[in-house]
């Protein structure tokens, strides 16, 4: 199926619910007029891969700027401000990148700043300057969708439930808990499960980092859990790009899962990353 938004975009859906490739020219990008236009595209398909863009850091920077307030959540880990400020360089490489939990971290489904006392960003925007000899597609799982496939019943026995994500959790099979620097070992943030959003859309607040359910007896929450974001990850509801230098991707932080598939630290992988602050309160 092929949408024709207007001459010069043209829209192909990846997967009927998450995802499509957005082919447009970088001067067409960067027009203001380009804004709304994407804005509605984000909405309707959650996840946009834009092909052979060829961003700068500044232009992706102002690009992030026009769609909201920018926020730098990883300023603090290896990466962060590496070539341009505000702009996080995700690599596994060691000249780099000294203390790669993050980036390891990020090989499993996850929102981005969901532990951090900060609503959840809005957008995760991301640049391939260099892609990997072999793995590192991202993949990209709609929490909108997945929701709105549940049964009923199903749907009214989670809706009320509140989940506690922390940092052990999101780094579990990174780290042990007592490897973790003893400064950030407790972030955690307690969360709706279900989140519904000014939208009226409603989706699932869960990935690697959801350690268990407020209320329930731990071995069923996470058993709970780990079903939920089973159920998310299905081909249905994911989809996965293969990077080129220059592709650029952007998805709805709040409505979705990612993930990077694995990939080793001589891969020679690199993407420039740049995150849209939420605006909306999880409610
Ligand atoms: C991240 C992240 C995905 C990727 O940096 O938060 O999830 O494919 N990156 O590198
Ligand atoms: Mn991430």
Request: aromatic letters at 8%.
């Amino acid at each position: 199926m092929e949408a024709v938004l207007a001459p010069d975009v043209k829209v192909e859906p990846i997967k009927p619910k998450v995802g499509a490739v957005v082919q447009v020219d970088k001067a067409t990008f960067l027009d203001k007029a380009f804004i709304p236009r994407c804005l509605e595209l984000i909405e309707r398909h959650t996840a946009l891969v834009f092909p052979r863009l060829g961003l700068t850091d500044e232009e992706q920077l102002a690009f992030t700027d026009s769609l909201g307030e920018r926020v730098n959540f990883t300023d603090s880990v290896p990466g962060g401000d590496e070539s341009t400020k505000d702009v996080y360089t995700i690599t596994l490489d060691s000249v780099v990148n000294t203390d790669p939990e993050y980036v390891f971290g990020s090989m499993f489904w996850h929102m981005d700043g969901i532990i951090s006392d900060i609503p959840p960003p809005k957008f995760t925007l991301l640049s391939c300057h260099q892609p990997p000899d072999k793995g590192g597609q991202t993949e990209f799982a709609s929490t909108y969708a997945a929701w709105d496939a549940l049964p009923d019943e199903e749907k009214a026995e989670l809706e009320g439930l509140r989940v506690v994500h922390n940092l052990v959790a999101g780094l579990h099979g990174v780290l042990e808990p007592d490897e973790i620097n003893p400064a950030k070992r407790g972030m955690n943030h307690e969360h709706p499960l279900v989140w519904t959003h000014e939208s009226g859309r409603k989706s699932l607040l869960i990935g690697h980092h959801a350690d268990y359910i407020v209320g329930m007896p731990k071995p069923q929450g996470r058993a709970l859990l780990a079903r939920l974001l089973e159920w998310a990850g299905q081909p249905e509801f994911s989809c996965r790009h293969t990077w080129q230098t220059g592709d650029f991707a952007m998805w709805d932080n709040t409505g979705a899962l990612h993930r990077a598939l694995p990939y080793s630290e001589d891969s020679g992988r690199r993407m420039h990353r740049t995150t849209v602050a939420g605006y909306e309160a999880i409610a």
